[in-house]
């Protein structure tokens, strides 16, 4: 990844090193930089270490800011999104002999993460201005705060799903199980992708052009900012 980014720019000023939020002793000095942001990684921090280390090299003034996203949900498509959810988050069989992927998310990060970090509180002896911003997945809460928004088509959406950490943890559990697309009778996303067409008419009146329909595609996003007293 490092190796990946530093391909991308030939600015100087810019440079990548591979370390850990909760040590940063190696990379920068104390009171040194003006600003820490972290981009969907702060589900795992060790915030009882983090924040001290962030104390301590950011410079007074400085700037947190952490953002992440989480869950989306198909606008329009309840019934959808809904099999989705079971069969992203189930445990035990969601359909005939097949598990969900539930037990395959690396925890308690995930959890942290779909409670969009509500959980991880900003300690106000070397912190100040804190602000938090969320957008709940398919809520009405402001398009202010609605950052992560597509249309896509159902194609698009089915091969995004199959990027899911939770499914590489099932296909390794289940190594016998074949996808379609590989030959076999189906795995766990097909079987999930079946139940939601089934459970839209619109989309299952497409029949074999289903992927060819479009979705509003709506995740939930937060951001937490701070500046160092």
Known sequence: MVKQARHMTDDAKISFHLGRA???SALVGPASIDMAVSGQAAHWFDYSVVWKELARTLKPGGTIAFWGYVDGVLKGAEQATEVMERFVYGFGEVAPGVEGMGPYWEQPGRNILRDLLRSVEVPGD????????????????????????????????????????????????????KSRAEGGDGDVV???????????????????????????HDWGTYLIMARRK
């Open 126 to 177: 070397h912190w100040k201005d804190v602000t938090r911003l969320e957008h709940g997945p398919g809520k009405q809460d402001g398009e202010d705060t609605a950052w992560l928004k597509k249309k896509m088509k159902l194609g698009e959406v089915e091969a995004y799903t199959r990027t899911f950490t939770c499914y590489s943890g099932w296909k390794d559990a289940h190594p016998e199980v």
């Open 22 to 24: 909760e040590d940063l």
């Open 190 to 216: 097909d079987i999930m992708w079946d139940q939601m067409i089934d459970s839209m008419p619109e989309w299952k009146a497409m029949g074999e052009q289903w992927r060819e329909a479009e979705v509003i």
